[in-house]
């Protein structure tokens, strides 16, 4: 199970290639490497996204509800909205790798 596992700020901002991750379909921007972090789950995880670019969708599969991330634009899916106090905005956007592409 996931757990919250202190992240370190100062390296994550060491460690970060700079740019912009966009959606691997349709080129949208989609997130900032400046709200890029570690998040020890071994995804690429977020704390914000770029303008109305990423669409939420409320699951409810599995037994649960959880939040469903999608590229607003070609409607790609990205990954899932998670609760993490760990961060700014109190949430971590957990994503897929292969759903979005750096541009420096």
Excluded at 10 to 18: F, H, M, W
Excluded at 32 to 41: G, I, N
Excluded at 78 to 89: A, C, E, M
């Amino acid at each position: 199970m996931f757990e919250n596992r202190k992240i370190d700020w100062d390296l994550n901002e060491q460690s970060q290639p700079k740019g912009t991750y966009h959606c691997s379909q349709c080129s949208t921007p989609l997130f900032s490497s400046d709200q890029k972090f570690d998040s020890k789950t071994g995804f690429p995880s977020f704390w914000a996204h770029l303008g109305q670019n990423v669409q939420q969708h409320l699951l409810e599969t599995y037994g649960r509800e959880r939040i469903q991330l999608l590229c607003h634009q070609c409607g790609l899916h990205l990954g899932h909205l998670f609760p993490d106090p760990r961060t700014p905005s109190q949430v971590r956007y957990c994503i897929n790798a292969e759903s979005i592409l750096l541009q420096k």
